[in-house]
């Protein structure tokens, strides 16, 4: 039976697989995934690499639903990497504006310059050279080779964890470097030599439907003959659970000033979180520091004339990578006589302007400034 031949396998490593179970397991994924994969906008462009690089930057840390209509959009206003190269950064993070983690922006942006600069505008195909692409790792590098090239690179995502831990009942620590080595090696151990795009999506689409995170379903799986995991009757313990990041709190204090319909937008330094965005102005609390302490320090940043109420006007909550951090909201004015003096200027060596509500929708601004915006609307 096959479920016995791969018996033992977690103990050896991806080159010890035998012929028949790699066959196995090519041919059972491949049928399945022809007949079963999802209708995805990057799939009909398979050998468009730009839209392959694309993808991957916009799916990192993005839901599918959420990613397709901002990739439809994205490739109608760039539809070449020229044309991404050639754009300002400002007009790139606009058109990002929603999809959060504007850092995979900036990596794209700079990603098509070099394509444009240094390969003659085209894409690379090799693993070594598209991973001098700036935000372009291994997983990615894989991916656009396999997929749009058609060259034999191994992928592994989350998704392809999941699956693999699960086939070969790898109870190791995920997020060690020895079992990521063991991962990638049962990755290129199992690819094949011809549709090696299509068996690297056919892993992933496999770990995105049907072997779930919770209640895989594995009466579904074409795998289910050769899962070590299905076998031993507790799929769901594998991977090993890795432990959590602890999550900190921070407060932050943020100035909605306002001159008759407008609102004063500062833009963020060039590094560092939201890099470039436009924000209301805001100042960060200190560890343990009373918020009003805060408020007073951005009164004083504030430009000259400008009022700011002493008492909240309401808190926004937001979980920002491994910190919950609460917006806490002063409305302020500004005559149009002093915002006049402002309008084209820096402050703090910052760029700041006003923007009129229905110009805030083309700005690049972060998720959580969208949220402190939907705040001050109620
Ligand atoms: Fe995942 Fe179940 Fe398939 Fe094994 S049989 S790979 S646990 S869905």
């Known amino acids: 039976m096959f479920g016995q031949r791969t018996q033992g396998l977690s103990e050896k490593r991806g080159e010890a697989l035998p012929a028949d179970v790699k066959l196995r397991i090519r041919r059972s994924l491949l049928r399945w995934y022809d007949r ?3 209708d995805l906008p990057w799939r009909r462009r398979g050998e468009n690499a730009y839209a392959q690089l694309l993808a991957e930057a916009m799916l990192q840390q993005t839901q599918v639903a959420t990613v397709i209509g901002y990739y439809e959009r994205f490739l109608e ?4 990497v020229t044309d991404l190269a050639g754009a300002e950064l400002d007009e790139v993070l606009t058109r990002w504006a929603g999809l959060g983690y504007y850092r995979r922006a900036r990596h794209l942006h700079a990603a098509a310059q070099m394509i444009v600069d240094e390969f003659g ?5 090799r693993v070594d050279e598209l991973m001098r692409l700036p935000g372009v790792g291994r997983y990615t590098a894989g991916a656009i080779a ?7 690179a191994p992928v592994v995502d989350g998704n392809v964890v999941r699956v693999l831990a699960r086939l070969f009942a790898i109870g190791d620590d995920p997020k060690a470097t020895a079992t990521q ?13 011809r549709r090696c795009g299509d068996f690297n999506q056919a892993m992933m689409e496999l770990g995105a439907t049907v072997c779930l995170p919770r209640g895989p379903v594995c009466k579904a799986c074409p795998l289910r003959a050769v899962c070590q995991g299905f076998a031993g009757g507790r799929p769901e313990s594998f991977p090993a659970a890795t432990r959590r990041t602890a999550v900190l709190a921070a407060q932050m204090a943020v100035a909605a000033i306002c001159c008759g319909e407008r609102l004063l937008f500062v833009q963020r330094p060039a590094s560092g979180l939201w890099a470039g965005l436009w924000e209301l102005p805001t100042e960060p609390c200190a560890p343990d520091e009373a918020v009003r302490r805060a408020r007073d320090r951005l009164r004083k940043r504030l430009p000259g004339g400008c009022r700011l109420s002493r008492t909240s006007a309401g808190q926004v909550e937001r979980l920002l990578s491994h910190r919950r951090v609460t917006f806490h909201l002063y409305r302020g004015t500004l005559s149009r006589a002093s915002s006049d003096k402002l309008s084209s200027s820096r ?5 700041c302007r006003w923007v009129a509500p ?3 929708q083309t700005m690049g601004i972060s998720q959580a400034c969208r949220a402190i915006l939907d705040r001050l609307d109620r």
């Open 36 to 38: 079963h994969r999802r």
């Open 146 to 152: 396999s997929v749009a090239f058609g060259e034999r």
């Open 77 to 80: 206003r760039f539809p070449t």
């Open 347 to 351: 402050r703090d060596g910052q760029r």
């Open 358 to 360: 229905d110009a805030v």
């Open 181 to 193: 080595a063991r991962f990638w090696e049962l990755a290129d151990a199992l690819l094949p030599n």
């Open 121 to 125: 505008g085209q894409v690379p195909r």
